[in-house]
């Protein structure tokens, strides 16, 4: 069974760009997570989605970032415009429907430097 | 606030020997999560813990949680070198999944 996909892995663009990272959950789960991990820190949840519902989005930046699930499978999280503190990696997680205990499984994560 | 402390932040070890790593954390919650990552990759699920007196054991980690505590201990039997690396415990309050800032595990020969 493959894992969660995201892509790209790592990225590297100047202050005030724009940039989109992409994520491809495990195959049945409804559950989508972006979490942003700092340097040093636990990952931070930025949103959750149930399908394509933004369930909980009150960690997301909202003025400078979006995020889309439009059929309920992957996901994109973008930035714009990018700022120097938002270098960090973005995590994506996916979890089965039905889940009695909310187990996650993460992607490898895209490393983000702003420059 | 769901709040999660893990202590210590920093642990360097030898091979052989035993230690503990704890996670606190500030609200009522009955599902607690530890995850193992090495560097420059994801998080691995290592155990998923339900209820007060939980105790999970795998290889050479053994995982424990006291609900009533809102504590729950990671401990290390007899470390060996491939178990370097970040240790995170993770809090479920509703969904609300919260992290601790990880502790970082050295096993040297």
């Known amino acids: 069974e493959a894992g969660v996909v995201q892509s790209p892995r790592y990225k590297i663009i100047e202050k005030k760009q724009p940039v989109a990272f992409w994520c491809n959950p495990i195959s049945g789960h409804n559950t989508l997570y972006w979490y942003l991990q700092n340097l040093g820190q636990g990952p931070e949840l930025l949103i959750r989605y149930e399908n394509e519902e933004a369930v909980d989005d009150s960690q997301l930046p909202k003025d400078r970032f979006s995020a889309e699930r439009l059929k309920g499978v992957d996901s994109t999280l973008k930035i714009q415009p990018a700022e120097l503190g938002d270098s960090a990696v973005y995590l994506c997680?996916?979890?089965?429907?039905?889940?009695?205990?909310?187990?996650?499984?993460f992607g490898p994560g895209t490393r983000l430097t702003v420059l | 606030e769901l709040k999660v402390e893990q202590n210590p932040l920093f642990l360097s070890m030898q091979e052989g020997k035993n230690y503990t790593i704890y996670c606190n954390y500030s609200t009522t919650s009955d599902r607690l999560y530890w995850y193992r990552q090495d560097p420059g990759k994801s998080l691995e699920s290592l155990f998923v813990?339900?209820?007060?007196?939980a105790v999970k054991q795998e290889g050479r980690l053994m995982a424990s949680l006291d609900t009533k505590a809102r504590l729950s201990t990671l401990h290390i039997t007899a470390a060996v070198h491939d178990l370097s690396a970040t240790y995170f415990c993770?809090?479920?309050?509703?969904?609300?999944?919260?992290f601790g800032a990880g502790t970082r595990l050295t096993v040297k020969p």
């Open positions: 813990l339900l209820s007060n007196g």
């Open positions: 993770a809090v479920d309050n509703n969904n609300d999944m919260r």
């Open positions: 997680a996916s979890s089965p429907p039905g889940s009695t205990y909310n187990e996650q499984f």
